[in-house]
Protein backbone atom coordinates (compact mmCIF):
# COMPACT_ATOMS: atom_id res chain seq x y z
CA UNK A 1 0.00 0.00 0.00
CA UNK A 2 1.41 3.43 -1.10
CA UNK A 3 1.37 6.43 1.48
CA UNK A 4 0.54 9.53 0.21
CA UNK A 5 1.70 12.70 2.12
CA UNK A 6 -2.27 13.61 2.89
CA UNK A 7 -2.21 9.54 4.58
CA UNK A 8 1.08 10.73 6.43
CA UNK A 9 0.39 13.58 7.64
CA UNK A 10 -3.09 12.52 9.21
CA UNK A 11 -1.16 9.15 10.42
CA UNK A 12 -1.19 9.29 14.40
CA UNK A 13 2.68 9.39 15.32
CA UNK A 14 4.44 6.58 16.78
CA UNK A 15 4.59 7.78 20.47
CA UNK A 16 1.14 8.49 20.56
CA UNK A 17 -0.17 5.25 19.51
CA UNK A 18 2.31 3.37 22.17
CA UNK A 19 0.71 5.12 24.34
CA UNK A 20 -2.94 4.65 23.28
CA UNK A 21 -1.86 0.94 23.00
CA UNK A 22 -0.54 1.02 26.44
CA UNK A 23 -4.06 2.37 27.99
CA UNK A 24 -5.72 -0.06 26.40
CA UNK A 25 -3.45 -2.75 27.63
CA UNK A 26 -4.22 -1.71 30.97
CA UNK A 27 -8.13 -1.13 31.02
CA UNK A 28 -8.22 -4.82 29.32
CA UNK A 29 -6.40 -6.38 31.96
CA UNK A 30 -8.10 -3.93 34.84
CA UNK A 31 -11.18 -5.51 33.80
CA UNK A 32 -9.95 -8.42 33.47
CA UNK A 33 -9.25 -9.16 37.55
CA UNK A 34 -13.17 -9.81 38.39
CA UNK A 35 -12.33 -8.64 42.22
CA UNK A 36 -11.16 -5.62 41.41
CA UNK A 37 -13.94 -4.64 39.21
CA UNK A 38 -16.24 -5.81 42.31
CA UNK A 39 -14.39 -3.47 44.35
CA UNK A 40 -14.20 -0.57 42.21
CA UNK A 41 -18.11 -0.72 42.01
CA UNK A 42 -18.45 -0.78 45.79
CA UNK A 43 -15.74 1.95 46.03
CA UNK A 44 -18.25 3.91 43.41
CA UNK A 45 -21.34 3.40 45.40
CA UNK A 46 -19.80 4.30 48.80
CA UNK A 47 -18.85 7.15 46.79
CA UNK A 48 -22.43 8.67 46.08
CA UNK A 49 -23.35 7.14 49.68
CA UNK A 50 -21.53 9.75 51.04
CA UNK A 51 -22.18 12.56 48.75
CA UNK A 52 -26.08 12.07 48.77
CA UNK A 53 -26.21 10.60 52.99
CA UNK A 54 -28.80 13.40 53.53
CA UNK A 55 -31.21 12.53 50.85
CA UNK A 56 -30.21 8.29 51.56
CA UNK A 57 -30.61 8.38 55.13
CA UNK A 58 -34.07 7.75 56.46
CA UNK A 59 -33.27 9.45 59.68
CA UNK A 60 -30.62 12.22 61.58
CA UNK A 61 -28.04 10.51 62.61
CA UNK A 62 -28.13 12.58 65.86
CA UNK A 63 -31.84 12.19 66.58
CA UNK A 64 -32.21 10.33 69.65
CA UNK A 65 -35.21 8.74 71.00
CA UNK A 66 -34.84 6.92 74.21
CA UNK A 67 -38.22 5.14 73.81
CA UNK A 68 -36.63 3.24 70.56
CA UNK A 69 -33.25 2.58 72.34
CA UNK A 70 -31.13 -0.81 71.13
CA UNK A 71 -33.91 -2.27 69.10
CA UNK A 72 -33.10 -4.61 66.94
CA UNK A 73 -32.79 -4.72 62.81
CA UNK A 74 -36.06 -5.39 60.96
CA UNK A 75 -35.69 -9.06 60.08
CA UNK A 76 -35.13 -9.97 64.07
CA UNK A 77 -38.05 -10.50 66.92
CA UNK A 78 -38.86 -6.76 67.94
CA UNK A 79 -37.54 -5.01 65.28
CA UNK A 80 -38.88 -2.22 63.71
CA UNK A 81 -39.42 -1.82 59.51
CA UNK A 82 -38.76 2.22 60.50
CA UNK A 83 -35.06 0.97 61.91
CA UNK A 84 -33.69 -1.93 59.55
CA UNK A 85 -30.44 -2.43 61.20
CA UNK A 86 -31.78 -1.10 64.49
CA UNK A 87 -30.84 1.77 66.82
CA UNK A 88 -28.39 2.34 69.58
CA UNK A 89 -27.92 2.54 73.25
CA UNK A 90 -29.79 6.14 72.15
CA UNK A 91 -32.49 5.54 70.29
CA UNK A 92 -30.56 6.38 66.87
CA UNK A 93 -30.81 5.29 63.89
CA UNK A 94 -28.33 2.78 62.79
CA UNK A 95 -28.50 2.63 59.27
CA UNK A 96 -28.11 6.45 59.29
CA UNK A 97 -25.10 6.38 61.32
CA UNK A 98 -23.50 4.08 59.56
CA UNK A 99 -24.35 6.00 56.00
CA UNK A 100 -23.28 9.04 57.40
CA UNK A 101 -20.17 7.70 58.74
CA UNK A 102 -19.25 6.99 54.60
CA UNK A 103 -18.47 10.63 54.87
CA UNK A 104 -16.03 10.69 57.20
CA UNK A 105 -14.64 7.79 56.72
CA UNK A 106 -13.68 8.48 52.15
CA UNK A 107 -12.88 12.33 53.15
CA UNK A 108 -9.93 11.75 55.96
CA UNK A 109 -8.48 8.59 53.75
CA UNK A 110 -8.83 10.75 50.69
CA UNK A 111 -7.53 14.38 52.29
CA UNK A 112 -4.80 12.12 53.94
CA UNK A 113 -3.40 10.19 50.96
CA UNK A 114 -3.84 13.50 49.34
CA UNK A 115 -1.57 15.49 51.62
CA UNK A 116 0.85 12.95 52.29
CA UNK A 117 1.39 12.61 48.68
CA UNK A 118 1.75 16.21 47.92
CA UNK A 119 4.44 16.14 50.60
CA UNK A 120 6.58 13.23 49.97
CA UNK A 121 6.50 13.76 46.03
CA UNK A 122 8.09 16.89 46.62
CA UNK A 123 10.58 15.57 49.20
CA UNK A 124 11.56 12.46 46.91
CA UNK A 125 11.62 14.42 43.67
CA UNK A 126 14.20 16.81 45.44
CA UNK A 127 16.30 14.39 47.18
CA UNK A 128 16.54 11.91 44.71
CA UNK A 129 17.69 14.56 41.41
CA UNK A 130 19.54 16.89 44.03
CA UNK A 131 21.35 13.97 45.72
CA UNK A 132 24.18 15.31 47.86
CA UNK A 133 23.58 16.69 51.22
CA UNK A 134 20.08 17.72 50.70
CA UNK A 135 19.39 14.07 49.70
CA UNK A 136 20.98 13.04 53.16
CA UNK A 137 19.44 15.82 55.10
CA UNK A 138 15.86 14.40 53.93
CA UNK A 139 16.26 10.88 54.16
CA UNK A 140 17.33 11.31 57.61
CA UNK A 141 14.31 12.85 58.29
CA UNK A 142 12.52 10.11 56.90
CA UNK A 143 14.05 7.55 59.05
CA UNK A 144 14.07 9.62 61.95
CA UNK A 145 9.73 9.29 61.50
CA UNK A 146 9.94 5.77 60.91
CA UNK A 147 11.66 5.07 64.56
CA UNK A 148 7.93 6.21 65.28
CA UNK A 149 5.04 3.78 65.05
CA UNK A 150 2.54 5.83 63.37
CA UNK A 151 -0.11 5.55 64.94
CA UNK A 152 1.47 6.03 68.18
CA UNK A 153 2.73 9.23 66.66
CA UNK A 154 -0.20 9.93 65.16
CA UNK A 155 -1.85 9.74 69.18
CA UNK A 156 0.40 12.09 70.96
CA UNK A 157 0.25 15.28 67.72
CA UNK A 158 -3.68 14.55 68.47
CA UNK A 159 -3.77 14.87 71.69
CA UNK A 160 -1.08 17.90 72.08
CA UNK A 161 -3.67 19.05 69.21
CA UNK A 162 -6.75 17.97 70.72
CA UNK A 163 -9.69 16.95 68.46
CA UNK A 164 -11.02 18.19 65.04
CA UNK A 165 -11.74 16.68 61.49
CA UNK A 166 -8.62 18.69 60.19
CA UNK A 167 -6.55 17.82 62.85
CA UNK A 168 -6.77 14.48 62.15
CA UNK A 169 -6.41 14.65 58.55
CA UNK A 170 -3.40 16.80 58.72
CA UNK A 171 -2.10 14.44 61.84
CA UNK A 172 -2.27 11.26 59.73
CA UNK A 173 -0.79 12.92 55.94
CA UNK A 174 2.30 14.16 57.46
CA UNK A 175 2.76 10.74 59.04
CA UNK A 176 2.51 8.83 56.16
CA UNK A 177 4.95 11.02 53.69
CA UNK A 178 7.64 8.67 53.95
CA UNK A 179 6.21 5.73 52.00
CA UNK A 180 5.93 8.38 49.44
CA UNK A 181 9.42 9.81 49.79
CA UNK A 182 11.34 6.81 49.68
CA UNK A 183 9.37 5.15 46.35
CA UNK A 184 9.38 8.32 44.53
CA UNK A 185 13.24 8.85 45.92
CA UNK A 186 14.31 5.78 44.07
CA UNK A 187 12.41 5.64 41.03
CA UNK A 188 14.06 9.58 40.25
CA UNK A 189 17.50 8.10 41.16
CA UNK A 190 17.05 6.04 38.03
CA UNK A 191 15.74 8.27 36.12
CA UNK A 192 17.55 11.44 36.50
CA UNK A 193 20.57 9.73 34.44
CA UNK A 194 18.36 9.19 31.07
CA UNK A 195 18.91 10.73 28.27
CA UNK A 196 15.70 12.63 28.26
CA UNK A 197 17.08 14.45 31.28
CA UNK A 198 20.75 14.76 30.33
CA UNK A 199 19.34 16.42 27.11
CA UNK A 200 17.12 18.35 29.05
CA UNK A 201 19.58 20.14 31.50
CA UNK A 202 21.97 20.06 28.34
CA UNK A 203 19.67 22.97 26.34
CA UNK A 204 19.33 25.16 29.58
CA UNK A 205 15.64 23.61 31.39
CA UNK A 206 15.75 24.44 34.92
CA UNK A 207 15.96 22.04 37.80
CA UNK A 208 12.27 22.85 39.01
CA UNK A 209 11.42 22.30 34.93
CA UNK A 210 13.00 19.17 35.20
CA UNK A 211 11.34 17.59 38.13
CA UNK A 212 7.69 19.23 37.22
CA UNK A 213 7.92 18.18 33.23
CA UNK A 214 10.19 15.02 32.92
CA UNK A 215 10.20 13.34 36.44
CA UNK A 216 6.62 13.96 37.58
CA UNK A 217 4.86 12.25 35.16
CA UNK A 218 7.34 9.02 35.29
CA UNK A 219 6.45 8.30 38.97
CA UNK A 220 2.72 8.70 38.99
CA UNK A 221 2.54 5.06 38.57
CA UNK A 222 3.98 3.73 41.52
CA UNK A 223 2.44 6.96 43.17
CA UNK A 224 -0.85 6.02 42.47
CA UNK A 225 -0.96 2.69 43.69
CA UNK A 226 0.69 3.97 47.07
CA UNK A 227 -1.90 6.64 47.59
CA UNK A 228 -4.69 3.84 47.27
CA UNK A 229 -3.41 2.06 49.89
CA UNK A 230 -2.53 4.41 51.92
CA UNK A 231 -6.86 5.73 51.66
CA UNK A 232 -7.41 2.28 53.60
CA UNK A 233 -4.72 2.45 56.06
CA UNK A 234 -5.69 6.30 56.57
CA UNK A 235 -9.52 5.49 56.78
CA UNK A 236 -8.39 2.39 59.84
CA UNK A 237 -6.30 4.63 61.41
CA UNK A 238 -8.91 7.56 61.74
CA UNK A 239 -11.57 4.52 63.35
CA UNK A 240 -8.95 3.87 65.98
CA UNK A 241 -8.17 7.48 66.86
CA UNK A 242 -12.38 7.93 67.28
CA UNK A 243 -12.97 4.88 68.67
CA UNK A 244 -9.97 5.97 71.54
CA UNK A 245 -11.79 9.22 71.59
CA UNK A 246 -8.74 11.03 70.23
CA UNK A 247 -10.04 11.61 66.57
CA UNK A 248 -13.29 13.65 65.20
CA UNK A 249 -15.46 15.49 67.92
CA UNK A 250 -18.25 12.93 69.46
CA UNK A 251 -21.23 15.26 67.51
CA UNK A 252 -19.80 13.77 64.32
CA UNK A 253 -21.01 10.54 63.03
CA UNK A 254 -17.88 8.27 62.86
CA UNK A 255 -17.25 4.31 62.11
CA UNK A 256 -14.74 4.44 65.14
CA UNK A 257 -16.79 6.04 67.55
CA UNK A 258 -19.57 3.76 66.68
CA UNK A 259 -17.42 0.70 67.59
CA UNK A 260 -16.69 2.44 71.01
CA UNK A 261 -20.12 3.06 71.66
CA UNK A 262 -21.26 -0.60 70.70
CA UNK A 263 -18.44 -1.98 72.16
CA UNK A 264 -20.25 -2.41 75.72
CA UNK A 265 -23.53 -3.69 74.20
CA UNK A 266 -21.70 -6.79 72.21
CA UNK A 267 -23.34 -9.49 74.47
CA UNK A 268 -26.84 -7.84 74.21
CA UNK A 269 -26.90 -5.54 71.74
CA UNK A 270 -24.63 -7.30 68.71
CA UNK A 271 -26.12 -4.87 65.93
CA UNK A 272 -24.37 -1.20 67.06
CA UNK A 273 -21.01 -2.48 66.63
CA UNK A 274 -21.09 -5.23 64.35
CA UNK A 275 -22.58 -2.89 61.15
CA UNK A 276 -20.07 -0.29 61.23
CA UNK A 277 -17.21 -2.71 62.06
CA UNK A 278 -18.49 -4.56 58.95
CA UNK A 279 -18.72 -1.38 56.58
CA UNK A 280 -14.92 -0.20 58.03
CA UNK A 281 -13.86 -4.15 56.98
CA UNK A 282 -15.69 -4.05 53.07
CA UNK A 283 -13.79 -0.54 52.57
CA UNK A 284 -10.86 -1.45 53.66
CA UNK A 285 -10.90 -4.22 51.85
CA UNK A 286 -12.01 -2.54 48.32
CA UNK A 287 -9.32 0.10 48.30
CA UNK A 288 -6.19 -2.82 49.12
CA UNK A 289 -8.02 -4.69 46.47
CA UNK A 290 -8.60 -1.87 44.20
CA UNK A 291 -4.44 -0.53 45.35
CA UNK A 292 -3.59 -4.48 44.56
CA UNK A 293 -4.87 -4.16 40.61
CA UNK A 294 -3.69 -0.97 40.15
CA UNK A 295 0.07 -2.06 41.14
CA UNK A 296 -0.73 -5.02 38.47
CA UNK A 297 -1.87 -2.60 35.95
CA UNK A 298 0.92 -0.42 36.63
CA UNK A 299 3.62 -3.69 36.32
CA UNK A 300 4.01 -3.78 32.00
CA UNK A 301 4.31 -7.57 32.54
CA UNK A 302 0.50 -7.62 33.34
CA UNK A 303 -0.01 -6.80 29.73
CA UNK A 304 2.13 -9.72 28.29
CA UNK A 305 -0.63 -12.77 26.98
Avoid: C
Avoid at 84 to 109: A, E, I, K, N, P
Avoid at 193 to 198: A, G, H, L, N
Avoid at 239 to 266: C, F, H, R
Amino acid sequence: MTVTPATAATAPPPAATARRSTRTAAVRTLLRNRLAVTALAFLALLIVVAVFAPLIAPDDPNAQDLLMRLKPPAWQHGGSGAHLLGTDQLGRDMLSRVLYGTRVSLLVGASAALLAGIVGTLVGLASGYLGGWPDRVLMRLADVQLAFPAILLALAIVGFLGSGLWYVILVLGFTGWVSYARVVRSEVLSLRSRDFVTEARAIGVTDPAIMRRHLLPNVMAPLATIGTLHIAAAIVAEASLSYLGLGVPKETVTWGSMLADGQLYLGTSWWVAVFPGIALMLTSLAVNITGDALRDVADPKAYRR
